[in-house]
Nanobody
Framework: QVQVVESGGGLVQPGGSLRLSCAASGSIRSISVMGWYRQAPGKQRELVALVSSGGTTTYADSVKGRFTISRDNAKNTVDLQMNSLKPEDTAVYYC?????WGQGTQVTVSS
């Protein structure tokens, strides 16, 4: 069993920054893809950013140039640095490690 735990959400004003962190632990047998998804009220869960074990990154068009994903393979952690936040970034953000998901952390962008 693998546990995935996120942290770092909160309330921020438009234009502000937040950093989300995620740690995977438990029965981890190999390095796998890690990523962040989000789900806004009334909408489907969508990809925000992914990073492969080799460091290749993928971003949703809506966050390119504003968000940066990074990982530490030795610690099985992945971070998401979010800058220039917009109200439309408001959502519950979920971390994914292979097929495992965290419980989510709320990000609210509002003045």
């Amino acid at each position: 069993q693998v546990q995935v735990v996120e942290s770092g959400g909160g309330l921020v004003q438009p234009g502000g920054s937040l950093r989300l962190s995620c740690a995977a632990s438990g029965s981890i047998r190999s390095i796998s893809v890690m990523g962040w998804y989000r789900q806004a009220p009334g909408k489907q869960r969508e990809l925000v950013a992914l990073v492969s074990s080799g460091g290749t990154t993928t971003y949703a068009d809506s966050v390119k140039g504003r968000f940066t994903i990074s990982r530490d393979n030795a610690k099985n952690t992945v971070d998401l640095q979010m800058n220039s936040l917009k109200p439309e970034d408001t959502a519950v953000y979920y971390c994914r490690y292979a097929i495992y998901w965290g419980q989510g952390t709320q990000v609210t962008v509002s003045s």
